[in-house]
């Protein structure tokens, strides 16, 4: 089946986190359909080597293919910074990842050239985001400073978003970037823009914070457009959920990740 601008939008993600990108997406394309894969079964991506999460997100990748997607979009940091080259070869439809929009966005924010990154530690230790704020700087120069926080995984998907727990971790982590005269912070994990209230806290006002959720989206809006691939108006979108794993915790975490309900999320297995 060739997709056509009728067709849903794909994301994956390792689990959870990806709804903060799909939940961009929904309020920037209302109109568009999406079909969302959590892999549950094999999250966490971000302490796993780069040829593993590749497999992983090839396998993804394959899913959602068959079921017709007109584009794909990687709603994990990690999966972005390390597998990207190859969906991009592997896949005959655009592939959107996180990274790229993330950089470009704390670029144009950034005044004084003096970028923060955090991430998981597969994302950080992949140097992608490094690598893509230095080339989309140019001559212009910027100065990076990259922090993995995994601790930041747990402590969102618990919920567990203000008061002295993560209050003491995010200044633990983020005592470098205050005192380092970072000037943007880029929150290069989907499960980030969760504890942003906390993270804005600890590093203070002159710090601004890049969600790579916003920023992708509106990548994905342009690049539909571009191409003629934007929903046509007047039929109701559809949104389905697909995991590796149960589907019970996914749907009551996965709730407020995405900010609305999720009626339902099937169960599949990707092994094969
Ligand atoms: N989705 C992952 C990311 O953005 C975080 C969770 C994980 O480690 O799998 O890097």
Redesign the pocket.
């Known amino acids: 089946m060739r997709p056509d601008s009728h067709s849903p939008i794909g994301v994956f993600?390792?689990?959870v986190?990806?709804l903060t990108v799909l939940k961009s997406l929904m309020s920037q394309l209302p109109g568009e359909s999406t079909l969302y894969l959590g892999d549950t079964a094999r999250?966490?991506?971000?302490?796993?080597s780069g040829e593993v999460v590749t497999r992983y997100s090839l396998k993804n990748a394959a899913f959602l293919l068959e079921r017709g997607i007109k584009v794909l979009v990687v709603?994990?940091?990690?999966?972005?910074?390390v597998a990207l080259p190859a969906l991009a070869a592997a896949l005959p439809v655009p592939v959107v990842g996180?990274i790229a929009p993330g950089a470009r966005a704390a670029l144009r924010r950034t005044r004084g050239g003096q970028v923060g990154v955090i991430?998981?530690p597969?994302?950080i230790r992949s140097g992608a985001y490094q690598r893509e704020l230095e080339a989309a700087a140019g001559p212009a120069g910027v100065r990076v400073k990259a922090r993995a926080c995994?601790l930041f995984?747990p402590l969102a998907e618990e919920g567990w978003l203000t008061g002295d727990v993560p209050r003491l971790v995010a200044r633990e982590y983020l005592g470098e970037f205050v005192r380092g005269g970072v000037d943007t912070l880029v929150l290069?994990?989907?499960?980030y823009p969760l504890l942003k209230d906390i993270i804005a806290e600890v590093v203070g006002p002159q710090v601004v914070l890049v969600d790579s959720a916003e920023a992708t989206a509106e990548v994905v809006a342009g690049l539909l457009e571009e191409r003629g691939l934007l929903a046509p108006a007047g039929r109701a979108p559809f949104h389905h959920f697909f995991v590796t794993d149960v589907p019970e915790r996914f749907v009551e975490v996965g709730e407020r990740f995405l900010g609305r309900r999720i009626p339902s999320a099937e169960q599949v297995d990707l092994t094969f």
Request: proline share 7%.
């Open positions: 993600d390792s689990g986190g990806g999250v966490p991506y971000g302490t796993k709603a994990c940091n990690t999966a972005s910074a996180v991430g998981t597969g994302t995994p995984v290069g994990c989907t499960h």
